[in-house]
């Protein structure tokens, strides 16, 4: 069982930035791909970010989402069990319950969350 803790949510004027930071417990880190999705009110999760396990410290394939290309870079440090989600020129409508995910084989794993709030 792998367990996924997600931090660095808050409050954020449009136009600002936030990062956010998930840490996986075990000791296979290096063999998942890590993703970030997120959830806003009435909407269904969709899915952010992800990069490829790479298997180096600071390796990986990222691809994004349309609507935060150029805005959000999604890295990981399989030194530390850790994928963070830098998110730039933040809007409104990003607004959402950001989610970390690992997957490795069949498993699938989710963290439990933290809120993203972008308004003046």
């Known amino acids: 069982q792998v367990q996924l803790v997600e931090s660095g949510g808050g409050l954020v004027q449009p136009g600002g930035s936030l990062r956010l930071s998930c840490v996986a417990s075990?000791?296979?880190?290096?063999?998942?791909?890590m993703g970030w999705y997120r959830q806003a009110p009435g909407k269904q999760r969709e899915l952010v970010a992800f990069i490829t396990s790479g298997g180096t410290t600071s390796g990986g394939t990222a691809n994004y989402a349309d609507s935060v290309k150029g805005r959000f870079t999604i890295s990981r440090d399989n030194a530390k069990n850790t994928a963070y989600l830098q998110m730039n020129s933040l809007k409104p409508e990003d607004t959402a319950v950001y989610y970390c995910?690992?997957?490795?084989?069949?498993?699938?794993?989710w963290g439990q969350g933290t809120q993203v709030t972008v308004s003046s």
């Open positions: 075990g000791s296979i880190f290096r063999l998942y791909a």
């Open positions: 995910n690992a997957a490795v084989a069949t498993m699938i794993y």
